[in-house]
Nanobody, 116 residues
Framework: QVQLVESGGGLVQAGESLRLSCSAS????????MGWYSQAPGNTRDLVAT????????YYEESVKGRFTISRDNAKNMVYLQMNSLKPEGTAVYCC?????????WGQGTQVTVSS
């Protein structure tokens, strides 16, 4: 059974940092590109960043470039999102994700709240 569990969210002030973690189980983690998404209340789920299997090819949504860093530890089945210089518009539930040939898998998400 595939399971993704996010952690590390919280309430911070604008300009502060958080490091989100996503633990994967029930999956051969080394086979999949991983992603982080955010969903603010009333909004769609938006892609934030992705990381390749080897961790060398990453994608960042324009608004987080230079502030967020995605990384992974394949030995631990973990993917991380380091978020620096957080902004109030970054308030959202953040979820990790991967897709196999049949479907996408999501964790329950972790809430990030950035106060101004």
């Amino acid at each position: 059974q595939v399971q993704l569990v996010e952690s590390g969210g919280g309430l911070v002030q604008a300009g502060e940092s958080l490091r989100l973690s996503c633990s994967a189980s029930g999956v051969n983690f080394n086979l999949y590109r991983m992603g982080w998404y955010s969903q603010a209340p009333g909004n769609t789920r938006d892609l934030v960043a992705t990381i390749s299997i080897g961790g060398r090819t990453n994608y960042y949504e324009e608004s987080v470039k230079g502030r967020f860093t995605i990384s992974r530890d394949n030995a631990k089945n973990m993917v991380y999102l380091q978020m620096n210089s957080l902004k109030p518009e970054g308030t959202a539930v953040y979820c990790c994700n991967f897709r196999d040939q049949l479907t996408g898998y999501w964790g329950q998400g972790t809430q990030v709240t950035v106060s101004s």
